[in-house]
């Protein structure tokens, strides 16, 4: 069976940006192939910083929670926690000694955080995060690393590195593909609809788990574009577009079939029926997370993690010999 990882950094909810962009695909991966879902703990020490060690825990439990929720199947899945799983950190120091300093300091990710912490310091960690990221996807040999676009350069980074370890010690890695993300429109954030949703705008993300109250008032709330009618047109009524894409997304309609469902209707309609169906489509997903406690969810991690041990273990085996060690 195909393999495929997958990583993301435990920060916080998902909302319906993060939603769309990921988990309907990730439910039809799971049918097909195995698939390693990575809670990237230790990519999370990086940055906010200082953490709280609490925030990082709670975050991780919640994150699994919301995955579970949603319809990830823990006996399909392999759901754990990078920290779970030692050998990722064998395999960065190696692959590390292989990564070029000046490759580093280059990557887009690492200049944006150099400069968000300028008033602090840059930490070692987020100049080495890509050859994290690279050990956790060479260190399983997968066939396919669904990520978004903004990770591209990270994976591509993947690649020089297990080209350079093939060439230096031998054939080891498989070489990772470049994975093509599909570019199915970002939602935007609710308040400022030019500006992608996103976790730290509050008012404006549409958070999956949030009360019934907080969702209803949130696309009460929403910023509308001027004019009344309910049309598709992105450049000029940015707003009433993002909330179609989200209510097409939801009901399956088309931009024209949701057009005609609003002719000569306001945008409070448009609103309306949007929280309808959005309290309907998570129903169930909203009720089963909250039937999941952190005992449950952390049998599931547990299992997943000895598994992907595992599986990692031969991979790092095969590294030391390679590489001299013991
Ligand atoms: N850096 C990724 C992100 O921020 C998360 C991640 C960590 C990841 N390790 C990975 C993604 C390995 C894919 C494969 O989104």
Same mark, same amino acid.
């Given at each position: 069976m195909?393999?495929?990882?997958?990583?993301?950094?435990?920060?916080? $909810? *998902?909302?319906?940006?993060?939603?769309?962009?990921?988990?309907?695909?990730?439910?039809?991966?799971?049918?097909?192939?195995?698939?390693?879902?990575?809670?990237?703990? !230790?990519?999370?020490?990086?940055?906010?910083?200082?953490?709280?060690?609490?925030?990082?825990?709670?975050?991780?439990?919640?994150?699994?929670?919301?995955?579970?929720? /949603?319809?990830?199947? %823990?006996?399909?899945?392999?759901?754990?926690?990078?920290?779970?799983? %030692?050998?990722?950190?064998?395999?960065?120091?190696? !692959?590390?000694?292989?990564?070029?300093?000046?490759?580093?300091?280059?990557?887009?990710?690492?200049?944006?955080?150099?400069?968000?912490?300028?008033?602090?310091?840059t &930490?070692?960690? !987020?100049?080495?995060y890509?050859?994290?990221?690279?050990?956790?996807? *060479?260190?399983?040999?997968?066939d396919?690393?669904?990520?978004?676009?903004?990770? &591209?350069?990270?994976?591509?980074?993947?690649?020089?590195?297990?080209?350079? +370890?093939?060439?230096?010690?031998?054939?080891? +890695?498989?070489? %990772?593909?470049?994975?093509?993300? =599909?570019?199915?429109?970002?939602?935007?954030?609710?308040?400022? %609809?030019?500006?992608?949703?996103?976790? &730290?705008? /509050?008012?404006?993300? /549409?958070?999956?788990f949030?009360?019934?109250?907080?969702?209803?008032?949130?696309?009460?709330?929403a910023?509308?574009? $001027?004019?009344?009618?309910?049309?598709?047109?992105?450049?000029?009524?940015?707003?009433?577009?993002?909330?179609?894409?989200i209510?097409? @997304?939801?009901?399956?309609?088309?931009?024209?079939?949701?057009?005609?469902?609003?002719?000569?209707?306001?945008?409070?309609?448009? =609103?309306?029926?949007?929280?309808?169906?959005?309290?309907? +489509?998570?129903?169930? @997903?909203?009720?089963?997370?909250?039937?999941?406690?952190?005992?449950?969810?952390?049998?599931i !991690? =547990?299992?997943?993690?000895?598994?992907?041990?595992?599986?990692?273990?031969?991979?790092?085996?095969?590294?030391?010999?390679?590489?001299g060690? &013991?």
């Amino acid at each position: 069976m195909k393999k495929i990882l997958t990583g993301v950094r435990p920060t916080g $909810s *998902l909302h319906i940006g993060h939603y769309l962009a990921f988990i309907p695909e990730l439910l039809e991966l799971q049918k097909k192939y195995k698939v390693f879902l990575m809670i990237a703990d !230790l990519h999370s020490q990086t940055y906010p910083f200082p953490y709280q060690p609490r925030n990082l825990e709670e975050n991780v439990y919640n994150l699994a929670a919301e995955f579970i929720a /949603l319809g990830v199947d %823990p006996k399909k899945v392999l759901i754990f926690r990078q920290s779970a799983v %030692p050998a990722h950190l064998s395999l960065y120091w190696i !692959l590390g000694c292989l990564a070029s300093v000046g490759d580093l300091e280059r990557m887009t990710q690492y200049k944006e955080m150099r400069e968000r912490f300028k008033d602090r310091f840059t &930490s070692a960690g !987020l100049l080495m995060y890509p050859v994290l990221m690279a050990a956790d996807i *060479l260190i399983y040999q997968p066939d396919l690393i669904p990520i978004g676009k903004d990770q &591209s350069q990270h994976l591509e980074m993947a690649r020089t590195l297990a080209q350079r +370890f093939n060439h230096y010690f031998g054939q080891t +890695f498989r070489i %990772p593909n470049t994975y093509a993300p =599909k570019e199915n429109g970002q939602i935007k954030s609710l308040d400022e %609809p030019l500006k992608k949703m996103a976790k &730290s705008k /509050l008012a404006g993300a /549409l958070f999956i788990f949030e009360s019934e109250k907080k969702i209803e008032e949130k696309i009460k709330r929403a910023v509308t574009d $001027s004019g009344s009618e309910i049309l598709y047109e992105p450049d000029k009524k940015p707003a009433i577009s993002n909330l179609m894409i989200i209510y097409k @997304a939801l009901t399956q309609k088309t931009f024209a079939e949701i057009e005609d469902e609003f002719r000569n209707r306001g945008y409070g309609d448009l =609103k309306k029926a949007l929280t309808r169906e959005f309290l309907g +489509f998570f129903k169930k @997903a909203r009720q089963r997370k909250e039937s999941l406690n952190k005992v449950k969810i952390n049998k599931i !991690l =547990k299992a997943s993690a000895k598994i992907a041990n595992k599986e990692a273990a031969k991979t790092l085996k095969l590294v030391f010999e390679r590489t001299g060690l &013991s």
